[in-house]
């Protein structure tokens, strides 16, 4: 789909931009930006200033801090063009994407005014365009010195961070996040050019699916169209004169049809929408990857055209009914008006928010089906959006796919992304959780917002709502919390001035008229065929904490933030759709814009790229007690640990945090990352159904920088994407710990928690296919010596979930230090393979499928840290050679000869544009593995060997 009709063109050539107040910048660049420099449209101002050479490389060293002035600039664009007449009855002005607060000029005169960036803008322009060259002027004023002076307008409304973001319609991460840089922009981000057209024009098209018991697909096509309007209205008489009759015909096509299915309808006199229904006999159903096909349907809608004789098509007025245009009927039709072309998926989608015996859940239904989610959460795809190209979003979705991610969830302090980003979540079967962009913080309700909010939705809910990926809609990310939790929030909007509440106090608004009111009503008018939420994390009982595990949705940030992983243990969320922990990117990635002398978790330039409060501090105290002695609430005194201040100065930081190397440092982060988040997702995976879901915190960066992603901003994946693609498997075991019934009983006083008392081996098919087997459960020693055995026989349904206790003498351990436990499934026995491909709807040429593994991974529980763990420092042999298949490349195989704990290969250290196809593997004794490695030709192979590449747990052991 896109968002362009084909009746417009972009104006992309000849653009300058220049400052309008060059004294805010350095003086170094003021006559050269005051003079004018080359514009790229759509861009970003920082992109031409970068490409002029007037600043260097923004993601480079601490370049970022030296580039805030250009943020405080009012910048000026502006380009000349041919128009020419061609016949057609309108010609309108449209701007897809402006950043932010914009005045369009036309010739010397006033086009129009624009203040949100979410939004398109469309002025009829048959009285400013004029016959040859044309001058087109769009000014922006810094949204920097305009969010604070609406701030000042309007009055303080608190947020995080330290631009007033909410005071604008743009999204909240340009101006600086916990992982963002701060790049306040001003351009046109997306396309600005004329759309000339006669008629009637589309003003929104909505095709909706549903699935009727038996099968049959019915698609509910509304139409809003925009006539083209011309002369005065005389009279009364004639106020309905111009709004004739026009056809509308909806065709479908795709999969099982032997013909497309036509349908049509009419636009009738003196309306400007009409619904068309078209039914598909035994429809090919849309399913989440790992539960099966993705069948796309093409759908084109037409408006307007003539017949043969020169009359206007007859259509009858459907009022919803089917009909099916004969063919000779079709043929002896002239070109259309208005056409709109898309895909969709018949799919059905609900939520099940019932009280059971846990609380509330938020339990996903496709094609009733109960779904598990898993995947991850995604900010923008690049700080310049500009960039982002299909080439740039399909390789991010290939990550998602590969993880075996089935959701990805679009957060509220970002923008509603491109028409690529849903086109391929809808090819890969990737659902999508569609925040509206409000982020923690409180917002205006003031009539000015409000309209330009409504506009804003309406808008976007109409481009979105086709797609069969969109499943969740969400209000607002963190607002509710914040509002009911968050220190200072309430205090900031109390205003004695208003009129006093039921409660007894006067408050401003702030923000929840929108999710609570506006987009209830909006989504019930235009698209009620998606679960919408208020807010995310809340509780659907009300008068209840905001963020509570059983109850809802839950953001999990204790972790990471405040206390050990562990802490997820302790957690039995119903849907968990934030949760994480941070890691440096890629030593090349780090590398490329860090270049502190010597490189150090806490030098200049290093800490420019980490944004989070604390970021590096609490990378350190969360290793204690895993990679490094200690426990993460110790604190040291002039380096004593737990001491006293008579001792010295306090520290967060205790000695045993100080690694002697960056690069054990680094992969001691990325370890720590891995693990700390699958055991957060094995757990809450452990738990279904109970849990419904789990969208980890984040997948990608907008630039190089420590954080939460999986993937760096260079495509680097993180151990943690590779260990993601295991725990996000859509047939998954593990072992927990747990409580049995009898125990509970006599050691749970009054329900208060009680320690597990036993292991079992929980078995997860999160597929439509049955599966049967045997497990085996062996306690073995890290020489590979099996000390203990239990075989279980598991027969699992569709979506079906079994917890298996682990007898006494295969789970007790008699030497934890050196001892693991096993568990190995036989060979599938489900009527698909091990590698059941998803995706199969003809896509086109350049499009990629990948497979889903359908399989079971094989369980490995360490009931040791790798610090208490005896592990051999250095337990493999491995070899590398180019490989021989004709793939080019390096096979590098790897052959333990004790117990391996998380091996992994950092390619980049070799060539940043190398690849591997395989991490985050562990080895028993005599076990091998082979991963390819894709790199430039002519390189060492053994450097992909060496020490400080091929890495593992238990190298880091001091």
């Known amino acids: 789909m896109t968002h362009t009709p084909e009746t417009f063109r972009s104006i992309t050539d000849g653009w300058t931009v220049r400052a309008l107040n060059p004294q805010a910048a350095p003086a170094e660049v003021r006559d050269a930006i005051a003079a004018g420099i080359p514009a790229v449209v759509p861009g970003e101002v920082t992109l031409d200033l970068l490409r002029a050479g007037l600043i260097d490389e923004p993601f480079d060293g601490d370049n970022e801090s030296r580039q805030q002035w250009i943020g405080d600039v009012d910048w000026q664009f502006e380009t000349t063009f041919d128009w020419h007449a061609d016949g057609k009855t309108r010609h309108d002005l449209v701007a897809y994407g402006l950043d932010t607060v914009a005045t369009v000029m036309l010739n010397g005169r006033l086009a129009g005014f624009a203040q949100n960036y979410h939004r398109s803008y469309r002025w009829d322009a048959r009285g400013l365009l004029r016959e040859g060259a044309n001058t087109l002027t769009v000014t922006f004023a810094s949204s920097v010195r305009e969010s604070d002076r609406r701030e000042q307008e309007l009055g303080y409304y608190p947020h995080t961070e330290h631009h007033a973001f909410n005071q604008l319609r743009k999204p909240s991460y340009q101006f600086g996040w916990d992982w963002g840089i701060d790049v306040a922009n001003a351009g046109m981000w997306r396309e600005i050019g004329i759309d000339s057209w006669s008629g009637v024009r589309f003003a929104a098209v909505r095709p909706l699916v549903d699935v009727r018991p038996d099968g049959t697909g019915a698609l509910t096509t509304t139409v809003e169209i925009e006539r083209a309007g011309e002369g005065r209205v005389m009279s009364f008489d004639d106020a309905h004169a111009g709004r004739r009759p026009v056809p509308v015909i909806v065709t479908v096509d795709g999969p099982g049809l032997t013909e497309p299915v036509t349908v049509n309808g009419e636009v009738g006199y003196g309306r400007d929408s009409a619904t068309i229904v078209a039914v598909v006999p035994d429809a090919r159903l849309w399913w989440p990857l790992g539960y099966g096909e993705q069948p796309l349907y093409d759908v084109t809608v037409t408006a307007g055209g003539m017949a043969a004789g020169g009359a206007a098509v007859d259509g009858a007025d459907t009022g919803g009914a089917d009909a099916v245009v004969d063919d000779a009927a079709t043929d002896a039709v002239t070109a259309p008006d208005a056409v709109w072309t898309g895909r969709v998926g018949f799919r059905t989608v609900r939520v099940d928010t019932r009280a059971d015996a846990h609380g509330r859940p938020f339990q996903i239904y496709v094609n009733e089906v109960p779904v598990h989610a898993r995947g991850y959460n995604w900010v923008p795809i690049d700080a310049f959006l500009s960039r982002g190209d299909r080439t740039f979003y399909a390789a991010r979705f290939k990550d998602l796919a590969e993880s075996n991610s089935n959701m990805v969830r679009v957060w509220g302090g970002s923008i509603y992304e491109s028409d690529d980003f849903y ?130 949705t839950m953001h999990i940030w204790d972790v990471w933030n405040r206390v050990d992983y562990t802490k997820y243990a302790d957690y039995a969320p119903r849907f968990a759709d934030e949760f994480g922990y941070q890691a440096p990117p890629a030593f090349s990635t780090l590398t490329r814009v860090v270049h502190d002398e010597p490189l150090d978790p806490f030098g200049r330039q290093m800490l420019v790229h980490q944004k989070a409060n604390g970021g590096n501090i609490k990378l350190a105290r969360g290793m204690r007690g895993h990679l490094t002695p200690g426990n993460i609430d110790d604190v040291s005194y002039g380096g004593v640990v737990n001491g006293s201040p008579s001792d010295g100065e306090h ?172 568990a190995e499934p036989d060979r599938p026995t489900s009527s698909v393979s091990a590698e059941g491909t998803v995706g199969k709807a003809d896509r086109g040429s350049g499009d990629e499928t990948y497979a889903c593994d359908l399989g079971f991974a094989r369980v490995i529980h360490n009931p040791a840290e790798v610090i208490d763990q005896r592990l051999d420092r250095t337990p493999f042999e491995a070899s590398v050679a180019p490989n021989a298949d ?73």
């Open 423 to 552: 086109d391929l979540a809808d090819e890969l079967g990737v659902m999508v959780w569609q925040d509206f962009p409000f982020a923690c913080a409180a917002y205006p309700e003031d009539a000015a917002t409000r309209a330009e909010i409504e506009a804003e939705a309406r808008e976007n809910i109409n481009r979105l709502s086709p797609h069969p990926s969109l499943t969740v809609w969400n209000g607002s990310n963190e607002n509710y919390v914040a509002y009911a939790e968050w220190g200072g929030f309430k205090q900031a909007l109390r205003d004695d001035d208003r009129p006093a509440n039921k409660y007894g106090y006067g408050e401003k608004g702030w923000g929840d008229w929108y999710y609570s009111e506006l987009f209830p009503k909006l989504l019930a008018e235009l698209d009620p065929t998606h679960v919408y939420l208020p807010s995310s994390p809340m509780s659907f009982t009300p008068f209840v904490n905001a963020n509570q595990d059983n109850d809802g």
């Open 886 to 958: 004709g793939r080019g490349g390096y096979d590098l195989t790897v052959t333990a000869r004790s117990y391996v704990r998380d091996l992994f290969c950092m390619v980049d250290k070799v060539d940043p544009t190398a690849r591997i196809d395989g991490g985050m593997a562990s080895l028993l004794p005599g076990e091998s593995v082979t991963w390819h490695i894709t790199a430039a030709a002519g390189l060492d192979p053994a450097a992909f060997a060496a020490p400080n590449v091929l890495r593992c747990a238990n190298d880091l052991k001091r």
């Open 651 to 822: 520290s967060w930081l205790i000695p045993t945090d100080e690694w002697t190397s960056i690069e054990d440092w680094h992969w001691a982060c990325q370890l720590q990352q891995a693990q700390a988040v699958r055991f957060g997702v094995a757990h809450m995976r452990s738990l279904e159904p109970v849990n419904a879901g789990a969208l980890v915190w984040q997948l990608n960066d907008d630039w190089p920088v420590v954080s939460w992603a999986a993937v760096d901003y260079y495509g680097h994946r993180k151990p943690l994407w590779h260990a993601s693609r295991d725990f996000f498997a859509p047939r998954f075991a593990t072992i927990q710990p747990r409580v049995s019934e009898s125990f509970r009983a006599e050691h749970s006083w009054e329900g208060s928690p009680v320690a597990p008392d036993h292991l079992e081996l929980v078995v997860l098919n999160d597929t439509r296919e049955p599966w049967s087997g045997t497990w085996t459960v062996r306690r073995v020693t890290l020489a590979g010596e099996t000390l203990s055995s239990q075989t279980f026989n598991v027969t699992l349904g569709a979506t079906g979930h079994v917890s298996l206790p682990i007898a006494a003498d295969v789970a007790t351990f008699g030497d934890a230090a050196n001892e693991l436990l096993v």
